[in-house]
């Protein structure tokens, strides 16, 4: 995908043949969360180009002119998102590509959902 001109890959667990780890629940806080961020960002700064819908996602692959355009901070907890909005400002050729989430097998998220959320809503 970077060879036929993408700048930016998402790993994504939201979008047609990809699986959120809470897809077979009623009630899925993270997932909406995580579309809701990415709603937000699009709305504010995406003026063409591919829509991600997994902005919190860390798996990603870029060109290397990509990441110094991005230039992203080396601190806080934003830098998924960061990626993903700068990426729309500097209208960089993005995609994503489906991955499977697992549940994990040991220890819990330190990511909790309001925190990590009023936080992230914070940087917007």
């Known amino acids: 995908m970077l060879e036929s001109g993408n700048e930016l890959i998402v790993?994504?667990?939201?979008?047609q043949g990809a699986r959120n780890e809470e897809d077979d629940k009623f009630l899925?806080?993270?997932?909406?969360?995580?579309?809701?961020l990415a709603y937000l960002a699009s709305l504010i700064w995406q003026r063409e180009?591919?829509?991600?819908?997994?902005?919190?996602?860390?798996?990603?692959?870029?060109?290397t002119s990509?990441?110094?355009?991005?230039?992203?901070?080396?601190?806080?907890?934003?830098?998924d998102?960061?990626?993903?909005i700068r990426s729309y400002k500097?209208?960089?050729?993005?995609t994503e590509i489906p991955v499977i989430e697992m549940p994990q097998s040991f220890g819990t998220s330190h990511f909790k959902i309001i925190p990590t959320g009023l936080k992230l809503l914070k940087y917007l």
């Open 90 to 94: 500097f209208r960089l050729k993005r």
């Open 28 to 36: 899925k806080p993270r997932k909406w969360g995580v579309l809701a």
């Open 81 to 84: 998102l960061e990626m993903v």
């Open 11 to 15: 790993a994504s667990r939201n979008i």
């Open 49 to 63: 180009g591919y829509f991600v819908r997994d902005v919190l996602h860390g798996y990603k692959a870029f060109t």
């Open 66 to 79: 990509a990441f110094k355009k991005l230039a992203p901070l080396d601190f806080g907890l934003s830098i």
